[in-house]
């Protein structure tokens, strides 16, 4: 890690210690990729307009997500099979992003049991859902996170189906020996690869799983729901009036259904929409600390990365995954700074250009 100076420069680092299907897995995105290159492209498009002659000796970059403290505004987001970038998986992410003071969303589809996640070290994490057809699978992963202390239930609303990523199908994508979805070990056949694999995953979901169902997702445990995959303002309204605590907006990396906007322009529309009343999250292309800014200046109280911390994972492990999270912190305290702007929530949104 002594030779990374930005988060781009974990990738390619990453990518010489992979294997083509697992470097492919985690950069490739849906169809033509547009979305995926349009996540980092819009962030771009944003200017910063900073104040000056502000005292900023002092920078607060601390703050909570549903009352949960967390040492900076930027979240660990849910991600597959943490084993195919390094021999400790997910157990590792989870280390680094308690080393950096920060939250892990730990996925459903980890290589490690939830529990285990919980158990590797005493730090607060929410647990991502996806809604099974099998409703007792559901509430069985509902109760154990419950049980095992995640502080939140972020259920994935974009993907009742997967999305066609033509990498994973020109590789034939499949776990390699001895990695499994953990947490349900007996969900997907032996030598699943590649389009049958996304198929038979696919077949686990429920693709019928609608807004009626939050009563029924809520009554299964105490947790604060948080949808993650709203773009829509529509949606967003409607998660309100159904009680959610939070929303993260979301096109799933550019992995689910290609051509949608970038989260980072849909996110003011949806701020407005839900006036305050759950805390927003921005999920996507977020790779440096004026990204992390401009999030807040549109209305998000903190955002998810999700590759770099993977790319950081398997170049170093859990301090990899540690270090990426303080390169993000450095860049943001800098970029503050030099925006005229002392604490994170008090991000205005005059900074927007």
């Given at each position: 890690m002594d030779n990374v100076v930005c988060l781009d420069d974990l990738e390619p680092l990453a990518r010489a210690k992979l294997s083509q299907m697992a470097y492919d897995y985690l950069a490739g995105g849906a169809e033509d990729e547009?979305?995926?290159?349009?996540?980092?492209?819009?962030?771009?498009?944003?200017?910063?307009?900073?104040?000056?002659?502000?005292?900023?000796?002092?920078?607060?970059?601390a703050t909570t997500v549903l009352g949960t403290p967390v040492s900076l505004p930027v979240l660990v987001a849910p991600m597959a099979?943490?084993?195919?970038?390094?021999?400790?998986?997910?157990?590792?992410?989870?280390?680094g992003a308690?080393?950096?003071?920060?939250?892990?969303?730990?996925?459903?589809a980890s290589n490690v049991t939830l529990e285990q996640i919980a158990a590797e070290v005493d730090a607060p994490k929410w647990f991502q859902l996806y809604v099974y057809r099998d409703r007792e699978r559901t509430r069985d992963l509902v109760q154990r996170a419950a049980a095992a202390g995640y502080r939140a239930?972020?259920?994935?609303v974009d993907t009742p189906l997967v999305g066609r990523r033509e990498r994973d199908v020109r590789n034939r994508f499949h776990l390699p020996d001895g990695l499994t979805f953990a947490n349900f070990a007996d969900a997907v056949p032996e030598?699943?690869?590649?389009?049958a694999l996304n198929a038979y995953v696919a077949s686990l979901w429920e693709p019928s799983f609608s807004w009626g169902d939050l009563a029924w997702l809520r009554?299964?445990?105490?947790?604060?729901?948080?949808?993650?995959?709203?773009l829509h303002p529509e949606d967003a309204g409607l998660a309100v009036e159904h009680g959610v605590a939070g929303l993260i907006v979301s096109n799933h990396g550019g992995r689910q259904l290609d051509t949608v906007p970038a989260p980072i322009t849909i996110l003011p529309r949806i701020a407005e929409v839900v006036d305050g009343r759950a805390e927003l999250?921005?999920?996507?292309?977020?790779?440096?600390?004026t990204d992390v800014l401009k999030a807040l200046a549109l209305g998000a109280r903190a955002v998810l990365v999700g590759r770099p911390v993977l790319w950081g994972l398997a170049v170093g492990g859990a301090e990899g995954v540690r270090a990426t999270l303080e390169l993000l912190r450095a860049e943001l305290a800098l970029a503050l700074a030099l925006a005229g702007v002392?604490?994170?929530?008090?991000?205005?949104?005059?900074?927007?250009?």
């Amino acid at each position: 890690m002594d030779n990374v100076v930005c988060l781009d420069d974990l990738e390619p680092l990453a990518r010489a210690k992979l294997s083509q299907m697992a470097y492919d897995y985690l950069a490739g995105g849906a169809e033509d990729e547009w979305t995926l290159r349009e996540n980092r492209a819009a962030f771009q498009r944003i200017q910063l307009l900073p104040r000056v002659l502000v005292n900023v000796t002092k920078r607060n970059l601390a703050t909570t997500v549903l009352g949960t403290p967390v040492s900076l505004p930027v979240l660990v987001a849910p991600m597959a099979f943490h084993g195919l970038y390094h021999a400790e998986g997910e157990l590792a992410t989870a280390r680094g992003a308690a080393s950096a003071g920060t939250l892990l969303v730990a996925s459903t589809a980890s290589n490690v049991t939830l529990e285990q996640i919980a158990a590797e070290v005493d730090a607060p994490k929410w647990f991502q859902l996806y809604v099974y057809r099998d409703r007792e699978r559901t509430r069985d992963l509902v109760q154990r996170a419950a049980a095992a202390g995640y502080r939140a239930l972020c259920v994935t609303v974009d993907t009742p189906l997967v999305g066609r990523r033509e990498r994973d199908v020109r590789n034939r994508f499949h776990l390699p020996d001895g990695l499994t979805f953990a947490n349900f070990a007996d969900a997907v056949p032996e030598h699943s690869s590649g389009s049958a694999l996304n198929a038979y995953v696919a077949s686990l979901w429920e693709p019928s799983f609608s807004w009626g169902d939050l009563a029924w997702l809520r009554s299964l445990s105490p947790l604060p729901l948080v949808l993650k995959g709203v773009l829509h303002p529509e949606d967003a309204g409607l998660a309100v009036e159904h009680g959610v605590a939070g929303l993260i907006v979301s096109n799933h990396g550019g992995r689910q259904l290609d051509t949608v906007p970038a989260p980072i322009t849909i996110l003011p529309r949806i701020a407005e929409v839900v006036d305050g009343r759950a805390e927003l999250l921005l999920d996507g292309g977020v790779r440096r600390g004026t990204d992390v800014l401009k999030a807040l200046a549109l209305g998000a109280r903190a955002v998810l990365v999700g590759r770099p911390v993977l790319w950081g994972l398997a170049v170093g492990g859990a301090e990899g995954v540690r270090a990426t999270l303080e390169l993000l912190r450095a860049e943001l305290a800098l970029a503050l700074a030099l925006a005229g702007v002392t604490d994170v929530h008090a991000v205005p949104r005059s900074l927007i250009f």
